[in-house]
Protein backbone atom coordinates (compact mmCIF):
# COMPACT_ATOMS: atom_id res chain seq x y z
CA UNK A 1 0.00 0.00 0.00
CA UNK A 2 2.64 2.49 1.01
CA UNK A 3 4.67 1.63 -2.26
CA UNK A 4 1.46 2.32 -4.24
CA UNK A 5 0.84 5.54 -2.67
CA UNK A 6 4.81 6.80 -3.27
CA UNK A 7 4.31 5.86 -6.84
CA UNK A 8 0.88 7.82 -7.39
CA UNK A 9 2.81 10.87 -5.54
CA UNK A 10 5.79 10.33 -7.66
CA UNK A 11 4.12 10.35 -11.46
CA UNK A 12 1.63 13.45 -9.50
CA UNK A 13 5.13 15.28 -8.53
CA UNK A 14 6.36 14.97 -12.24
CA UNK A 15 3.84 15.00 -14.71
CA UNK A 16 4.27 16.67 -17.81
CA UNK A 17 2.39 19.56 -18.87
CA UNK A 18 0.98 17.42 -21.67
CA UNK A 19 -0.07 14.88 -19.33
CA UNK A 20 -1.27 17.13 -16.92
CA UNK A 21 -3.68 18.83 -19.94
CA UNK A 22 -5.01 15.34 -20.55
CA UNK A 23 -6.01 14.93 -17.62
CA UNK A 24 -7.51 18.14 -16.87
CA UNK A 25 -9.51 17.39 -19.83
CA UNK A 26 -10.79 14.37 -18.61
CA UNK A 27 -11.71 15.77 -15.24
CA UNK A 28 -13.64 18.47 -16.74
CA UNK A 29 -15.35 16.21 -18.88
CA UNK A 30 -16.47 13.41 -16.85
CA UNK A 31 -17.08 16.34 -13.73
CA UNK A 32 -20.07 17.08 -16.39
CA UNK A 33 -23.31 16.86 -14.74
CA UNK A 34 -26.54 15.82 -16.78
CA UNK A 35 -29.36 17.76 -15.22
CA UNK A 36 -32.58 15.25 -14.44
CA UNK A 37 -35.57 17.39 -14.32
CA UNK A 38 -38.61 15.61 -12.17
CA UNK A 39 -41.11 16.62 -9.26
CA UNK A 40 -39.86 16.23 -5.69
CA UNK A 41 -41.25 13.28 -3.71
CA UNK A 42 -42.46 13.81 -0.37
CA UNK A 43 -40.36 12.17 2.29
CA UNK A 44 -41.63 9.13 4.17
CA UNK A 45 -42.47 10.51 7.45
CA UNK A 46 -40.32 8.07 8.92
CA UNK A 47 -37.16 10.31 7.05
CA UNK A 48 -38.54 13.57 7.99
CA UNK A 49 -35.89 15.80 9.76
CA UNK A 50 -33.23 12.57 9.55
CA UNK A 51 -30.26 13.83 7.44
CA UNK A 52 -27.23 15.98 7.82
CA UNK A 53 -26.43 19.54 7.81
CA UNK A 54 -22.85 19.62 7.84
CA UNK A 55 -20.99 22.18 10.07
CA UNK A 56 -17.89 22.17 8.34
CA UNK A 57 -14.90 24.14 10.03
CA UNK A 58 -16.70 24.49 13.36
CA UNK A 59 -15.41 22.74 16.60
CA UNK A 60 -17.22 20.63 18.78
CA UNK A 61 -17.22 21.82 22.19
CA UNK A 62 -15.17 18.25 23.54
CA UNK A 63 -15.57 19.54 26.75
CA UNK A 64 -18.95 19.61 27.21
CA UNK A 65 -20.00 15.74 26.42
CA UNK A 66 -19.17 12.84 28.89
CA UNK A 67 -19.62 9.45 27.47
CA UNK A 68 -19.14 5.57 29.15
CA UNK A 69 -16.13 3.86 27.74
CA UNK A 70 -16.80 0.18 27.41
CA UNK A 71 -13.42 -0.51 28.24
CA UNK A 72 -13.32 0.25 31.45
CA UNK A 73 -17.24 1.05 31.98
CA UNK A 74 -16.63 4.13 33.25
CA UNK A 75 -17.90 7.92 31.91
CA UNK A 76 -14.82 10.25 30.48
CA UNK A 77 -14.72 13.36 29.20
CA UNK A 78 -14.45 13.04 25.25
CA UNK A 79 -11.43 15.43 25.23
CA UNK A 80 -9.53 12.86 26.61
CA UNK A 81 -9.88 11.03 23.46
CA UNK A 82 -8.31 14.16 22.11
CA UNK A 83 -5.28 14.91 23.58
CA UNK A 84 -2.65 12.76 21.54
CA UNK A 85 -2.55 15.63 18.36
CA UNK A 86 -4.32 12.89 16.45
CA UNK A 87 -7.00 12.98 13.64
CA UNK A 88 -10.09 11.12 14.50
CA UNK A 89 -12.77 9.06 12.47
CA UNK A 90 -16.48 9.78 14.39
CA UNK A 91 -19.40 7.40 13.96
CA UNK A 92 -22.74 7.67 15.73
CA UNK A 93 -24.53 4.22 15.66
CA UNK A 94 -26.54 1.88 17.96
CA UNK A 95 -25.29 -1.44 18.71
CA UNK A 96 -28.51 -3.53 18.11
CA UNK A 97 -29.06 -1.66 14.61
CA UNK A 98 -30.31 -4.51 11.99
CA UNK A 99 -28.31 -3.05 9.14
CA UNK A 100 -27.53 0.27 8.48
CA UNK A 101 -24.98 0.89 11.50
CA UNK A 102 -23.30 -2.35 10.92
CA UNK A 103 -22.38 -1.56 7.00
CA UNK A 104 -21.37 1.54 8.02
CA UNK A 105 -19.17 -0.20 10.77
CA UNK A 106 -18.29 -2.28 8.32
CA UNK A 107 -17.30 0.11 5.88
CA UNK A 108 -15.08 1.70 8.14
CA UNK A 109 -13.26 -1.72 9.18
CA UNK A 110 -12.65 -2.99 5.79
CA UNK A 111 -11.36 1.09 5.00
CA UNK A 112 -9.11 1.23 7.76
CA UNK A 113 -7.63 -2.36 6.95
CA UNK A 114 -5.91 -1.25 3.91
CA UNK A 115 -4.25 1.59 5.17
CA UNK A 116 -0.66 0.81 6.14
CA UNK A 117 -1.62 3.65 8.96
CA UNK A 118 -2.52 2.21 12.15
CA UNK A 119 -5.38 3.04 14.41
CA UNK A 120 -3.92 3.91 17.71
CA UNK A 121 -0.45 5.43 16.12
CA UNK A 122 -1.46 7.71 13.22
CA UNK A 123 -5.24 8.16 14.12
CA UNK A 124 -8.33 7.32 16.26
CA UNK A 125 -11.86 5.85 16.22
CA UNK A 126 -14.36 6.95 17.97
CA UNK A 127 -17.81 4.78 18.08
CA UNK A 128 -20.82 6.44 20.24
CA UNK A 129 -23.83 4.50 20.79
CA UNK A 130 -27.18 6.67 20.28
CA UNK A 131 -29.03 4.48 21.33
CA UNK A 132 -29.43 5.14 25.57
CA UNK A 133 -30.65 1.60 26.49
CA UNK A 134 -27.33 0.02 24.58
CA UNK A 135 -25.04 -1.02 27.53
CA UNK A 136 -21.58 -1.31 28.49
CA UNK A 137 -21.60 -5.30 27.61
CA UNK A 138 -23.04 -4.36 24.24
CA UNK A 139 -20.65 -2.03 23.12
CA UNK A 140 -17.62 -4.29 24.55
CA UNK A 141 -19.31 -7.16 22.73
CA UNK A 142 -18.98 -5.01 19.72
CA UNK A 143 -15.63 -3.50 20.35
CA UNK A 144 -14.15 -7.02 20.51
CA UNK A 145 -15.69 -8.10 17.67
CA UNK A 146 -14.13 -5.48 15.43
CA UNK A 147 -11.10 -4.64 16.99
CA UNK A 148 -10.47 -8.78 16.87
CA UNK A 149 -11.10 -8.79 12.80
CA UNK A 150 -8.98 -5.48 12.72
CA UNK A 151 -5.70 -6.98 14.02
CA UNK A 152 -5.94 -10.41 12.20
CA UNK A 153 -5.49 -9.09 8.65
CA UNK A 154 -2.59 -11.31 7.00
CA UNK A 155 -1.57 -8.15 4.61
CA UNK A 156 -1.51 -5.72 7.28
CA UNK A 157 -1.04 -7.07 10.56
CA UNK A 158 -1.80 -4.78 13.28
CA UNK A 159 -1.32 -4.37 17.31
CA UNK A 160 -3.82 -5.26 19.46
CA UNK A 161 -2.36 -3.02 22.45
CA UNK A 162 -2.16 -0.03 19.84
CA UNK A 163 -5.96 -0.56 18.35
CA UNK A 164 -7.18 -0.91 21.57
CA UNK A 165 -5.90 2.34 22.22
CA UNK A 166 -7.00 4.21 19.53
CA UNK A 167 -10.66 2.73 18.94
CA UNK A 168 -13.24 3.40 21.14
CA UNK A 169 -16.90 1.83 21.90
CA UNK A 170 -18.90 4.14 24.11
CA UNK A 171 -22.43 4.28 25.59
CA UNK A 172 -24.26 7.26 25.86
CA UNK A 173 -27.08 9.38 28.34
CA UNK A 174 -29.63 10.63 25.73
CA UNK A 175 -29.41 14.53 26.47
CA UNK A 176 -25.98 14.33 25.50
CA UNK A 177 -25.41 12.33 22.42
CA UNK A 178 -28.27 14.21 21.32
CA UNK A 179 -26.36 17.34 21.92
CA UNK A 180 -23.14 16.04 20.48
CA UNK A 181 -24.91 14.94 17.40
CA UNK A 182 -26.45 18.55 16.81
CA UNK A 183 -23.03 19.76 17.40
CA UNK A 184 -22.01 17.41 14.39
CA UNK A 185 -25.29 17.78 12.19
CA UNK A 186 -26.00 14.54 12.62
CA UNK A 187 -30.04 14.29 12.80
CA UNK A 188 -31.53 11.35 13.66
CA UNK A 189 -34.90 10.20 15.48
CA UNK A 190 -36.47 7.14 17.16
CA UNK A 191 -39.19 5.28 14.67
CA UNK A 192 -41.59 4.06 18.01
CA UNK A 193 -43.62 1.94 15.29
CA UNK A 194 -40.21 0.02 13.67
CA UNK A 195 -38.42 0.27 16.99
CA UNK A 196 -35.52 1.72 15.32
CA UNK A 197 -33.81 4.72 14.90
CA UNK A 198 -33.79 6.58 11.53
CA UNK A 199 -30.37 7.76 10.92
CA UNK A 200 -28.00 8.88 7.80
CA UNK A 201 -24.88 6.68 7.03
CA UNK A 202 -21.83 8.95 7.51
CA UNK A 203 -18.49 9.10 9.01
CA UNK A 204 -17.10 12.45 10.60
CA UNK A 205 -13.35 13.80 10.85
CA UNK A 206 -12.35 15.62 13.21
CA UNK A 207 -9.20 17.11 13.96
CA UNK A 208 -6.97 16.38 16.71
CA UNK A 209 -8.42 19.87 18.69
CA UNK A 210 -12.19 18.69 17.46
CA UNK A 211 -12.59 20.89 14.68
CA UNK A 212 -15.26 19.08 12.10
CA UNK A 213 -12.54 18.85 9.40
CA UNK A 214 -14.75 16.59 6.52
CA UNK A 215 -17.86 14.60 6.18
CA UNK A 216 -17.55 11.10 4.71
CA UNK A 217 -20.99 9.31 3.36
CA UNK A 218 -22.02 6.09 2.80
CA UNK A 219 -21.56 2.49 3.68
CA UNK A 220 -18.08 2.05 1.54
CA UNK A 221 -15.13 4.01 2.39
CA UNK A 222 -12.58 4.17 -0.10
CA UNK A 223 -8.61 4.15 1.62
CA UNK A 224 -7.49 7.14 -0.73
CA UNK A 225 -10.55 9.01 0.65
CA UNK A 226 -10.35 8.16 4.13
CA UNK A 227 -5.84 8.71 3.93
CA UNK A 228 -6.18 11.95 2.48
CA UNK A 229 -9.26 13.04 4.88
CA UNK A 230 -6.95 12.37 7.77
CA UNK A 231 -3.59 13.63 5.91
CA UNK A 232 -6.35 16.52 5.77
CA UNK A 233 -7.21 17.04 9.29
CA UNK A 234 -4.10 16.69 10.71
CA UNK A 235 -2.80 19.09 8.57
CA UNK A 236 0.20 17.37 6.81
CA UNK A 237 1.23 16.10 10.64
CA UNK A 238 0.30 12.36 9.65
CA UNK A 239 2.22 10.71 6.84
CA UNK A 240 5.51 11.72 4.64
CA UNK A 241 6.06 13.91 1.92
CA UNK A 242 4.65 11.89 -0.57
CA UNK A 243 1.21 12.14 1.49
CA UNK A 244 1.16 15.48 1.45
CA UNK A 245 2.44 15.51 -2.14
CA UNK A 246 -1.17 13.53 -2.59
CA UNK A 247 -2.84 16.12 -0.04
CA UNK A 248 -1.62 18.81 -2.67
CA UNK A 249 -2.92 16.99 -6.06
CA UNK A 250 -6.41 15.90 -4.77
CA UNK A 251 -9.43 18.08 -3.69
CA UNK A 252 -12.42 16.68 -1.93
CA UNK A 253 -15.80 16.76 -4.45
CA UNK A 254 -19.05 17.38 -2.51
CA UNK A 255 -20.57 16.18 -5.79
CA UNK A 256 -18.59 12.76 -6.19
CA UNK A 257 -18.32 12.43 -2.21
CA UNK A 258 -14.71 11.97 -2.41
CA UNK A 259 -11.45 13.45 -3.21
CA UNK A 260 -10.80 13.89 -7.22
CA UNK A 261 -7.45 15.32 -8.90
CA UNK A 262 -6.85 18.82 -8.92
CA UNK A 263 -6.09 19.40 -12.80
CA UNK A 264 -4.25 22.59 -12.01
CA UNK A 265 -2.55 21.74 -9.02
CA UNK A 266 -1.21 18.51 -10.99
CA UNK A 267 -0.12 21.04 -13.56
CA UNK A 268 1.45 23.42 -11.15
CA UNK A 269 3.66 19.97 -9.52
CA UNK A 270 4.25 19.13 -13.17
CA UNK A 271 5.78 22.38 -14.08
CA UNK A 272 7.91 22.70 -10.91
CA UNK A 273 9.38 18.96 -12.27
CA UNK A 274 9.92 19.93 -15.13
CA UNK A 275 11.91 23.36 -14.21
CA UNK A 276 13.66 21.37 -11.51
CA UNK A 277 14.85 18.79 -14.10
CA UNK A 278 15.71 21.15 -16.45
CA UNK A 279 17.71 23.47 -13.61
CA UNK A 280 19.58 20.05 -12.79
CA UNK A 281 20.64 19.39 -16.65
CA UNK A 282 21.57 22.88 -17.00
CA UNK A 283 23.79 22.92 -13.61
CA UNK A 284 25.39 19.77 -14.77
CA UNK A 285 26.16 21.14 -18.41
CA UNK A 286 27.36 24.67 -16.77
CA UNK A 287 29.54 22.52 -14.56
CA UNK A 288 31.26 20.25 -17.61
CA UNK A 289 31.30 23.09 -19.78
CA UNK A 290 33.79 25.30 -16.66
CA UNK A 291 35.99 22.00 -15.99
CA UNK A 292 36.39 21.46 -19.91
CA UNK A 293 37.56 25.59 -20.04
CA UNK A 294 39.91 25.21 -17.51
CA UNK A 295 41.61 22.07 -18.70
Not at 166 to 178: D, I, M
Request: glycine letters at 8%; aromatic letters at 12%.
Amino acid sequence: MKRHFKKIAFRCAFTTGMLAFAISSSIIFSASAVEVKGTLKTLPQELENVGIQEHLGQKVDLDQFEFTDSADGKKHKLNEYFQDGKPTLVNLVYFECPMLCTLVLNGVLEGVKQLDWQVGKQFNVVTISINPKDTVEMANKKRDTYLKSYTETPSQPHTLAEAQSGWHFFTSEEAQVKKFADQLGFEYKYDAQQQQYAHPAVTFVLTPDGHISRYLYGIEYKPKDLRLSLLEASKGKVGNVFDRILLFCYHYEPSARGYTLKAMRVMQLGGLGMVALLGGYLTVFWTRQRKGKTT
